[in-house]
């Protein structure tokens, strides 16, 4: 890949990156990363969810959402936002929002020293030595996701909200749409309303594919390195 700044030599990935961000004016250049599979070494939600409100609940919730589960995985697309949002609903209904947000800050922590790709965390620090923008666009939800963001020193983070009522308690609904393909895009234009240049981009899943699309340098880094389990 080519900076359209003069600085360090990117560090390696599998994956070569299409496109040229170079001959860019103006701001820094914006770098946009996914979590999951692409930060990260697996999926983040589950993991989470076990962490924060028990095994027992939490996959009692995903058997009473087997058959949307099966949908997702035979049919893709929507039907995997209406997967998510049922077990969502069964898991996190009424669970006080104060004390997730201690969880998500802890899992963080987890996450951040056990569960990263090193390969896609040096490009992260590369970025940001360059003086890039950084951007971290997920369809987990942005309680934990923040705080790994925070962690990482990401500018923003865009990315599925939960719905909370008046008295500090999940209702179990989303907060507006599973931040996920399309969606991913959208959010990137809602947050930057003008003048919107995706110089890089990293994803590795059918979700990331118009966040890519949209980028000057894009990078599938794929799902090899990701461990079985």
């Not at 959402?65 to 995985?73: E, K």
């Not at 949002?85 to 006080?96: H, I, K, M, T």
């Not at 020193?153 to 009522?165: N, R």
């Not at 890519?212 to 389990?229: D, E, I, K, W, Y």
Request: glycine share 10%.
């Amino acid at each position: 890949m080519s900076d359209p700044r003069p600085g360090s030599a990117e560090p390696p990935l599998e994956t070569p990156a299409v496109g040229d961000a170079a001959g860019l004016d103006g701001p820094p250049p914006l770098a946009a990363f996914d979590l999951d599979g692409t930060l990260t070494r697996r999926d983040t939600l589950m993991p989470f969810l076990v962490r924060a409100v028990g095994a027992r609940r939490s996959y009692r919730s995903v058997l009473a959402a087997s058959l949307p589960l099966a949908r997702a995985v035979a049919l893709g697309g929507e039907h995997r936002d209406v997967a998510k949002a049922a077990v969502l609903r069964r898991v996190l209904a009424g669970v006080p929002f104060a004390a997730l947000a201690e969880a998500a800050e802890s899992y963080a922590d987890h996450v951040i020293a056990t569960g990263l790709r090193p390969d896609v965390r040096a490009r992260v620090d590369w970025h940001r030595a360059e003086g890039h923008e950084l951007v971290l666009v997920s369809a987990s939800p942005e309680l934990y996701v923040t705080p790994i963001g925070r962690r990482l020193g990401f500018d923003a983070v865009l990315a599925t909200c939960l719905e909370v009522d008046g008295a500090g308690v999940l209702t179990g609904r989303l907060a507006g749409n599973n931040c996920r393909g399309p969606e991913k895009v959208a959010r990137l234009r809602a947050w930057r309303a003008e003048g919107l240049v995706v110089a890089y981009a990293y994803g590795d899943s059918a979700g990331d594919r118009e966040m890519l699309a949209l980028a000057l340098t894009p990078t599938n880094v794929g799902r090899s390195r990701r461990p079985s389990g």
